[in-house]
T-cell receptor, first 113, second 117 residues
Framework: NAGVTQTPKFRVLKTGQSMTLLCAQD?????MYWYRQDPGMGLRLIHY???????AKGEVPDGYNVSRLKKQNFLLGLESAAPSQTSVYFC????????????FGDGTRLSIL | AQKVTQAQTEISVVEKEDVTLDCVYE???????LFWYKQPPSGELVFLIR??????QNEISGRYSWNFQKSTSSFNFTITASQVVDSAVYFCALSEAGDNYGQNFVFGPGTRLSVLP
């Protein structure tokens, strides 16, 4: 029972570098989400997907891109990393339209120098 | 715009004490959902409860209870006889119902609870 798996768990980047965070879920969930967590601000939605091949912007989408080519995977990309993107990133999934994000990954701690 | 306020940034209690975590929300919608999540020191997020705006009955689950008061826009969380394992950051969240459900979650800033032995 892997649930939601995020890779990598930690990463340090230099300003301007690019990288992709991978989220994989093995529960056949339709909905997937990417959040960032910053001190004192709770979680903020970056992008989400309501199914394979679909993505949409959340509250703080600037500087990020996403793709959902396969139902089980939701990728978050940083094309040109900035120090303001230093954060902990969480992926989440839910099965149906009426479900809240219930299954979260363990998070990816990303530092941009 | 939706907003969730958790005024208590940090709370410390001694084991076996009862503790209440406050959550106040703002929304223009008449139909909405409220949630609580727990984030223990290990970092993962655990979904605890969902309530809809039509159901103001209090809910109890073991040592956990939730008090939803629509008149004061509050959805408070009480832990009875707290234990060290309850130490975590607790997030309150709000989502409007309808077509945007699930996509417009707003999380509060969280309350860090420390339960001391």
């Amino acid at each position: 029972n892997a649930g939601v798996t995020q890779t990598p768990k930690f990463r340090v980047l230099k300003t301007g570098q690019s990288m992709t965070l991978l989220c994989a879920q093995d529960m056949n969930h339709e909905y997937m989400y990417w959040y960032r967590q910053d001190p004192g601000m709770g979680l903020r939605l970056i992008h989400y997907s309501v199914g394979e091949g679909t993505t949409a912007k959340g509250e703080v989408p600037d500087g990020y891109n996403v793709s959902r080519l396969k139902k089980q995977n939701f990728l978050l990309g940083l094309e040109s990393a900035a120090p303001s993107q230093t954060s902990v990133y969480f992926c989440a999934s839910s099965e149906n339209r009426g479900d809240p994000p219930q299954h979260f990954g363990d998070g990816t701690r990303l530092s941009i120098l | 715009a939706q907003k969730v306020t958790q005024a208590q940034t940090e709370i410390s209690v001694v084991e076996k004490e009862d503790v209440t975590l406050d959550c106040v929300y703002e929304t223009r919608d008449t139909t909405y959902y409220l949630f609580w999540y727990k984030q223990p020191p290990s970092g993962e997020l655990v979904f605890l409860i969902r309530r809809n705006s039509f159901d103001e009955q209090n809910e109890i689950s073991g040592r956990y209870s939730w008090n939803f008061q629509k008149s004061t826009s509050s959805f408070n969380f009480t832990i009875t006889a707290s234990q060290v394992v309850d130490s975590a950051v607790y997030f309150c969240a709000l989502s409007e119902a309808g077509d945007n459900y699930g996509q417009n979650f707003v999380f509060g800033p969280g309350t860090r609870l420390s339960v001391l032995p």
